[in-house]
């Protein structure tokens, strides 16, 4: 494991050896520093993949040994965290009128009322009290905001549960028929009960693994902030995504190739949430003298790169910030990309990325700029087959107009 919790004493190790880039400068060093605990001299070697964030580092060594680890992105105002500290306060002591809890007491009042109409607190003589019969804090889950998660039960083990997932993952982790793994084994999803919050698997040996594809929709709610960058305009608010599971691949282990594919039949699920986009001009196509087909490979393929080296200006996984992009979107009209956080009401990455708009693009521009492939990999802007054969030009281009 990353932190070798396995009883091994580590104050004799001299070497470490990573196989892939652990996903940000921080968790690097903290991988690196299980060799050399005592006096002498260690070694310590990084493997790259071939994913897009590890191929930048390694093209890019003075990001790393030049500068200090991230700073960690907070945002203690996101309304599902804040609601679930204000419960957990509340059971502890109760409320008076006029008293503020993070926010100003006018916010903290409104929360408080939403809660007691909801019969989680009981107002009396100026007060907001505890009333529900559960503890507050073994409902919040350390590792996302989302409430609530779904449980993975082996069904050959009595319904023993072998994991727990984010209720807002499910659909596109847990579908019927998916791969899922634990403690290196194999297991075969049989069902999802999203109502229930439960997915029943079985143990199984197979060849590879599946992954989803989503179809997404995307609706802006409010701009927080918007500023015109080179001939683009950049943008960060508050969106509503619609996401659709429609079907999985099966992909073989080792080679990566394409095996087979299935059907998911899952409800549509909502999140509101914050996001960061930059739209171009209605003429864009026309200026770089692209057809709407080649416009559309460009904008997907610098979605995918401006997703992959997003981890580098924000201390995150790269599973945390997903992509979209529209041909004419439909808030701005206009040919646009989305970044969006896959936590309900955010946590700070989009503010974060709409202020590091020249450092991101300029990861994204020299990522493809040195990325050796002549038409697009899975190291830059994705496989050609899925963003064409003018997917890297067209990223590249659009990448430094909206410098």
């Not at 494991?1 to 104050?11: F, K, M, Q, S, Y």
């Not at 991230?70 to 957990?88: A, F, Q, R, Y």
């Not at 779904?150 to 727990?164: F, K, P, Q």
């Not at 791969?179 to 109502?195: C, K, M």
Request: one cysteine or more; glycine letters at 8%.
């Amino acid at each position: 494991t990353n932190a070798l919790e396995l009883g091994i004493d580590i104050g004799a190790l001299d070497a470490c050896l990573m196989t892939g880039y652990a996903g940000s400068v921080a968790s690097t060093w903290q991988q690196a520093g299980r060799a050399g605990r005592r006096h002498n001299l260690s070694l310590v070697i990084l493997i790259a993949s071939s994913a897009p964030l590890d191929q930048y580092i390694i093209g890019h060594p003075e990001y790393f040994f030049e500068q200090p680890p991230e700073s960690g992105t907070v945002d203690p105002n996101n309304l599902i965290v804040l609601t679930s500290h204000i419960k957990c306060a509340a059971f502890e002591l109760p409320f008076v009128e006029g008293e503020a809890f993070g926010l100003d007491a006018t916010s903290t009042g409104e929360i408080l009322d939403y809660l007691a109409e909801h019969r989680v607190l009981r107002k009396a003589g100026g007060k907001w009290h505890w009333s529900a019969e559960s503890y507050p804090a073994g409902e919040i889950s350390l590792r996302t905001a989302a409430p609530g998660n779904v449980v993975i039960l082996d069904t050959t083990d009595n319904g023993r549960v072998i994991g727990e997932i984010d209720y807002f993952a499910a659909p596109v982790e847990v579908y019927q028929n998916a791969i899922y793994l634990h403690q290196s084994a194999q297991y075969t999803i049989e069902s999802l009960d999203l109502e229930d919050r439960k997915a029943y698997a079985r143990p199984v040996e197979v060849d590879y693994y599946t992954d989803a594809e989503m179809k997404v929709d995307l609706r802006v709610i409010d701009t927080f902030e918007e500023q015109t960058v080179g001939g683009a305009q950049k943008c960060n608010g508050e969106l509503s995504v619609t996401w659709l599971p429609t079907i999985y691949k099966k992909i073989k282990f080792g080679t990566h190739e394409n095996v087979g594919w299935g059907e998911i039949h899952l409800p549509e699920q909502t999140m509101h949430t914050t996001g960061y986009w930059i739209a171009f001009p209605e003429h864009t196509a026309e200026h770089f003298k692209l057809s709407q087909e080649h416009l559309g490979e460009a904008l997907n393929g610098l979605a995918n790169t401006l997703r992959q080296v997003a981890p580098v200006q924000v201390l995150c996984d790269p599973m945390d910030i997903r992509a979209q992009a529209m041909l004419r979107a439909p808030h701005t009209q206009l040919p646009t990309i989305y970044l969006y956080e896959s936590y309900p009401g955010g946590v700070g990455f989009s503010e974060k990325l709409y202020h590091h708009h020249h450092r991101l693009i300029d990861a994204a521009i020299s990522l493809l700029a040195q990325c050796g492939c002549k038409e697009g990999c899975p190291s830059c802007v994705g496989p050609v087959l899925e963003v064409g054969p003018n997917g890297k030009k067209g990223a590249l281009d659009l990448a430094r107009f909206a410098r």
